[in-house]
């Protein structure tokens, strides 16, 4: 150890997270993949607000609305007080209008900063401020915020210091008194297709640290969504009820959005994040959702997946082990009332018969033999085939490129009774 990093090691911050919040995954729209940096304004996050309203998903617990990059003062902090401001062109209200405004409809207020100097889009970071900006942000009554990690003074990959200045913002949160749910988040800056899965594994991260830790680069477009939720699913035993692993927001495939994917492929990132019980951030232009996606996000079934009271990571359960044959994959969650979600998904160029063979059984704790309910959580029915039997292939067709069949196994009712 370095000198600076024995001095560090010192004043390390020791407390853990302790907020009380964010048991369950956090639900709700994020200004990013929506608006980016030039997009921000306040009468498009009150457009989006009020599209959670009017459209029912607040109702259906989507609560957050954050606004991510770009929301700060592009001139800097106030010189005199070295506090951090809003950029009052674009948000008339200041920060403290917009959080009353947005508790008074009944939603959350979610706010963005970076443990650097800049942020990623190169506003002013919290380097430095790391107090005063908590204590600012209690007094906006923030309810999330979330930490980037860009422009630090040693390199994003300096994990000792990422985990010192992270820790130093959780305490400072912490020691507003004034629950605020915190995610810390790193992956611009370290493509191509870095891993940060230490951001989970390390005793420094994970739950210690935060509610929600990036475990990989932004999903921008479907390969590196694909890639998030494969690093997301090898690390489902670290993750539990107060604390998530964040393979980054939801795109969506609404027209005018910074960021999209196709319908097909946004469906399948909800269904595959509620099985990763990963926070559900959507980033798209709400008040112009199509109703597919509507429907999409609106799906009470998938949604019971993602906020699942057992609190247990689902992973991906089997795939194609050949890469000279077309790729498909079988994901699976456990949930509270016994049975498991489970995701069919073809990323390959023709419709396939997925299964789930004999090694994909031995991955769930049924035994062999037991005869299982399947129930279609998109059809919102039985599925085409209504009945499995544990230990025998059970078979589904999923059209190609990315489309998915996300279905319910539960033992039937006689078996029920029985145990
Ligand atoms: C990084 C983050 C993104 C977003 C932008 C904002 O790239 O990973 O999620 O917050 O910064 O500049």
Redesign the pocket.
Known sequence: MTGVFAMLALLAPTAALDNGVGILPPLGYNT?NALG?SGMSEASVRAAAETLVKTGLRELGYRYVNL???WQDPNGRDPWTGEIRPDLTRFPSGMKGLADYLHGTGLLFGI?TDRGLL???GRVGSLGHVMQDAQTFASWDVDYV?E???YSSTGPNDEDMLFYQFGLFRDALNSTGRSIFFSV?????QLPLANLSYYATDPRGGKNLANAW?VA??CVEWLTCRWGSAVASRLYDVAGLGGFNDP??LLASSKGAARRLTPKHSRTQFSLWAILMAPMLIGARLELLDSFDLETYSNSEVLAVSQDALGRQGMMLAQQPSIFEFPFSVWGRPLGDGSWAVLFLNDSPILMTISCDADCWAKLPFAAGTRLHVRDLWTHGEADRPLATVGVPYSVDVPSWGASVMLKFRRTNRQLIAV
């Not at 988040?185 to 800056?189: I, K």
């Open positions: 990013w940096c991510d990059d770009c963005y942020t990623c889009a979330k980037d990690n860009c988040c790193g992956g611009g800056s990036r680069p932004d980054d927001m």
